[in-house]
């Protein structure tokens, strides 16, 4: 029983705040190919609900984002991106647990960012199982030093390093003065790791796979192993490779 408190989707986060971190994730997701401007997203023909669930000041709470989700199943999403979180030596939440066997019991996939913090555990909701938590490697296919890691990890992606100019470049834009401002920028994290692994999944279910597992396991069983042999907690199953999970095989290097 949702209630909409808003029903403008715009990032209200100014310039001198950081800008648009939701644009950022949405661009390496969806953004439009073959226009000679900016990027490609990884799957550049998509439908992307845009649903804010925190402030301008990039906070918010465990209430708001579940109510995002409920909204978003209801619309007929296919996939949900949460690059956000909470701490994850925090205690459960019934809430969240809640609203995200909700989305698994209604064949929605869900990726959550692993977090920023370089500690262990990863964050919540990335830590419960029904969710598919991604960290962040840098160029080097080495886990970035602000990476999230743990047991519960399950891939890893381009998250960058710490430094904008070593990091992912997207779109991007700032309010200012009640107007949107569109541009392109470089941001590092997790949360830019997250939406590559949602743009893999969109790519899966275009090609006619689907339920929340067989998408999981196409993706874990085709990454490229990183780290020490098999699962680990510092690149989970590997790193997501968009070609080996679309062919259903497991190749040696990224393609």
Do not use: C
Not at 32 to 46: D, H, L
Not at 137 to 150: A, P
Not at 156 to 183: E, K, L, Q
Not at 231 to 243: E, I, M, P
Request: aromatic share 10%; glycine share 12%.
């Amino acid at each position: 029983n949702y209630v909409i408190t808003d029903k403008d989707p715009t990032d209200e986060t100014s310039k001198s705040d950081g800008g648009s971190h939701g644009t950022h994730v949405a661009g390496i997701i969806g953004a439009v190919a073959n226009n000679s401007e900016g990027i490609t997203g990884v799957n550049w023909n998509v439908k992307i609900l845009p649903v804010r669930v925190l402030g301008a000041s990039g906070s918010g709470s465990s209430w708001d984002i579940a109510e995002g989700i409920y909204y978003s199943i209801d619309q007929g999403a296919d996939i949900i991106n949460l690059s956000l979180g909470r701490d994850g030596s925090a205690p459960t939440s019934d809430l969240e647990k809640e609203t995200l066997n909700y989305a698994y019991n209604n064949n929605v996939t869900v990726f959550a960012a692993s977090g920023n913090e370089g500690t262990t555990p990863i964050n919540y909701p990335a830590q419960y199982d029904s969710t598919v938590a991604v960290g962040s490697i840098n160029e080097n296919n080495e886990r970035s030093s602000f990476s999230n890691y743990g047991p519960k990890l399950d891939l890893i992606a381009p998250g960058g390093f710490n430094s904008n100019s070593n990091s992912i470049y997207s779109t991007w834009g700032y309010y200012n003065n009640g107007d949107p401002i569109s541009s392109y920028t470089h941001m590092p994290g997790t949360s830019m790791a997250t939406p590559y692994a949602s743009g893999v999944a969109a790519l899966l279910i275009s090609n006619g796979v689907t339920g929340v597992d067989n998408i999981k396991n196409r993706m874990t069983s085709t990454a490229v192993d990183l780290g020490v042999s098999g699962k680990d907690d510092y690149y989970g199953y590997g790193l997501v490779d968009a070609y080996g999970a679309l062919l259903d095989k497991k190749l040696e290097e990224p393609y």
